[in-house]
């Protein structure tokens, strides 16, 4: 290994920051696949001295070989890369023993959205209506009048009763006021945005809520696609602001381990179909053409967009660099927490079935299949058990032209084995939420009962793989939970409190955060393995995932083989 360069830690995360090599960019296979024979063969990283698991098998003492667009060239026991590895490299990683797996990947988010939470009002952890409006009076106190003050993550349950607009109202009588729940399905506005939308004249829009109290007036609270009506009054974030919450987003995915998202784009409810488009053609091409993506992104637009969708991939293909599209998000119901997710039953105590935000089951059966004849991938949104029986019904009558498998998101209720046969049958993919357990749980026996709450019928995970459905897992950041691969692992195996007979394997997680979850996101072949021919993105872990029991830290983060992320205790 003559003129090898051998690194430890210390050197490798001044690589990190100052990095400076030629990259060849390709821009139709996902980041690093162009260049001529000497780019592809040519080593240009050795990791070495670290547990590997690669999906199929433990390696002790492991190595990779990468070259420079980020393909592995080689893997396996250290001994047997070295003697197999000719020619030098420009880097040697030594990766001090620690534990190594392929890239996390969230099967499902909203970046910009996500981003740009970050920098809004929180309230999350709010458990008083006192300690409620104090946050909101602490922010507004710093606005100028007519500015917005945007917020999220409320909870009427550790609230101890649900918020009006009342309570924020004094605070902010200059000022218009959105807040979001933490499931983004219900918004809480202040009086000055209810006059300012002219709420209380207009009627519930189709799919939504707005909800008045006994003597018809509105109480602040609107539902789904009522929310659209304030949103629309919203000042636009520039490209600048969404590109910045979109680095954001980054950062954060990167330091949780993640190398890919698939990204469900900004809710239709949240902005316009024009706002959805202008963040795929002039913000995530601009970053993809410019190479800052530190993380692999597949983003979908809304249905309402198909026809421009498949127009776009007809002239430019799916794919630039690490960025990916071709597929389209509706919404066929609401939540849980909302009483939104459509039922076959109604809620307990009530005579409310939740929402079926498409009543023309035909219409949306022909718009699906008109998507998916044109090759476009479907992904709807079906958390209740009525709403995850149609909406199969729908997709396995759209049918599939698209590489990509059409996704049911959620699939948090269902009515039974049979529901979950006709998922497998149709070759739809279950999409998850594991992290939606610890905000669910406390309310499911109370909203549901005990059947409908119970083993088979509420977060059935155990019973879709039985079944031979395939899953794979997301966390639907920044609504209801954080963007956490490894917690979704954790909360769906051994920390699975709510019906534990639902558990999973720590195999079986672990694949629907990787080799699953990359296949849901158009990314099979590509990701989710370390193997010969994939890309060179792992995560670097303090200890073995599917060995222990508490949550491994994140040690390092790296994508098409550059490091993303290095935490700076080490």
């Not at 000497?38 to 547990?51: G, K, L, M, V």
């Not at 202008?278 to 992104?297: C, K, N």
């Not at 079935?353 to 699906?368: N, P």
């Amino acid at each position: 290994m003559a003129g090898s360069k051998w690194v430890t830690w210390t050197t490798w995360l001044v690589a990190c920051v100052s990095y400076l090599v030629l990259v060849f960019v390709s821009h139709r296979s996902g980041g690093g696949g162009g260049g001529g024979p000497e780019a592809r063969d040519h080593p240009a990283r050795f990791f070495f001295n670290f547990t590997l698991n690669t999906g199929k098998a433990v390696v002790r003492k492991g190595a990779i070989v990468s070259n420079a667009l980020g393909d592995i060239l080689d893997v396996g026991e250290e001994a047997g890369v070295r003697e197999r590895l000719k020619g030098s490299v420009i880097e040697a990683v030594d990766l001090e023993g620690k534990y190594v797996f392929p890239g996390l990947v969230d099967a499902h988010a909203h970046l910009i959205m996500g981003g740009s939470f970050l920098s809004q009002l929180d309230l999350r952890d709010a458990t008083s209506r006192a300690d409620f409006i104090e946050r909101v009076r602490d922010r507004a106190a710093n606005l100028e009048p007519g500015a917005w003050l945007i917020g999220y993550g409320f909870d009427e349950r550790k609230l101890g009763e649900m918020p009006n607009a009342g309570w924020i109202s004094q605070a902010t009588p200059d000022n218009p006021v959105l807040i979001l729940r933490a499931d983004g399905h219900r918004a809480l506005v202040n009086f000055y945005l209810l006059a300012m939308a002219n709420i209380t004249s207009r009627p519930d829009p189709l799919g939504g809520k707005i909800e008045r109290d006994a003597g018809g007036s509105p109480t602040g609270i609107l539902t789904d696609t009522a929310i659209a009506m304030v949103r629309s009054l919203q000042p636009k974030p520039s490209k600048g602001e969404r590109k910045d919450s979109i680095m954001k987003a980054m950062a954060y995915a990167n330091s949780m381990g993640v190398t890919m998202v698939s990204d469900m784009g900004t809710p239709a409810f949240a902005q316009s179909a024009d706002e959805c488009w202008s963040d795929l053609v002039d913000v995530w091409m601009e970053i993809a053409a410019q190479d800052e993506l530190t993380l692999r992104v597949q983003t979908c637009v809304p249905l309402d967009l198909y026809d421009s969708l498949a127009s776009f991939v007809e002239k430019n293909g799916d794919s630039l660099g690490m960025l990916s599209w071709g597929c389209v998000k509706e919404f066929y119901d609401g939540s849980l927490g909302s009483e939104t997710a459509l039922m076959n039953e109604p809620y307990e105590g009530t005579t409310n079935r939740g929402l079926r935000i498409h009543e023309d089951r035909a219409v949306l059966q022909e718009r699906l299949a008109n998507a998916t004849g044109r090759g476009l991938q479907a992904i709807v949104h079906a958390i209740g058990d009525l709403a995850v029986d149609e909406a199969s019904a729908i997709l396995s009558a759209a049918g599939s032209r698209s590489k990509n498998p059409n996704r049911l998101e959620h699939v948090q209720h269902v009515s039974g084995s049979g529901a979950l046969d006709r998922i497998r049958d149709a070759e739809i993919y279950a999409v998850v939420n594991p992290l939606h357990i610890q905000d669910d749980a406390r309310t499911m026996l109370e909203k549901l009962g005990s059947v409908r709450s119970g083993k088979g019928r509420s977060f059935p995970f155990k019973s879709m793989l039985d079944r031979g459905v395939k899953i794979a897992f997301g966390s639907d950041w920044p609504l209801v939970a954080p963007l956490d691969p490894l917690g979704s692992l954790l909360e769906s195996t051994s920390g699975r409190r709510h019906v534990p007979e639902e558990a999973v394997s720590r195999e079986q997680g672990f694949r629907a955060i990787t080799s699953n979850a990359a296949e849901a996101a158009g990314a099979k072949g590509l990701v989710g393995r370390l193997q010969k021919g994939q890309k060179c993105d792992f995560v670097v872990l303090d200890r073995d995932l599917l060995e222990v029991e508490e949550k491994p830290v994140v040690l390092h983060t790296f994508v098409n083989g550059v490091c993303r992320y290095s935490r700076r205790d080490i």
